[in-house]
Nanobody, 127 residues
Framework: QVQLVESGGGLVQAGGSLRLSCAASGRAFIRNAMGWFRQAPGKEREFVIAITWSDGRTYYADSVKGRFTISSDNAKSTVYLQMNSLKPEDTAIYYC????????????????????WGQGTQVSVSS
């Protein structure tokens, strides 16, 4: 079993920054890509950003381009989500997820294609 544990959420004013972490542990798994999704109250879970373990290719939702960045530390099996210029509409529970399918990763936006999920961390942005 693979465990994903997020940390770093909190409350911040608009224009502020937060850094989320997602640490992966457990049995060996196909290290293809890691993604971040978010879900706001009353809305569906949506793709935010992702990165491949092997070559660091990154994929962004249009809503976060220029504000959010993702990075990874392979030795620590950890990915980081740096969120800058936060807006109230970024308020949501943020989940990290592991894409472990043995295929070329193309930045899947579909939550159903990710096999393991963290418990989520709340990000709240006040106006």
């Amino acid at each position: 079993q693979v465990q994903l544990v997020e940390s770093g959420g909190g409350l911040v004013q608009a224009g502020g920054s937060l850094r989320l972490s997602c640490a992966a542990s457990g049995r060996a798994f196909i290290r293809n890509a890691m993604g971040w999704f978010r879900q706001a109250p009353g809305k569906e879970r949506e793709f935010v950003i992702a990165i491949t373990w092997s070559d660091g290719r990154t994929y962004y939702a249009d809503s976060v381009k220029g504000r959010f960045t993702i990075s990874s530390d392979n030795a620590k099996s950890t990915v980081y989500l740096q969120m800058n210029s936060l807006k109230p509409e970024d308020t949501a529970i943020y989940y990290c997820a592991a894409f472990t399918r043995p295929e070329y990763y193309r930045g899947s936006r579909s939550a159903e294609q990710y096999d393991y999920w963290g418990q989520g961390t709340q990000v709240s942005v006040s106006s």
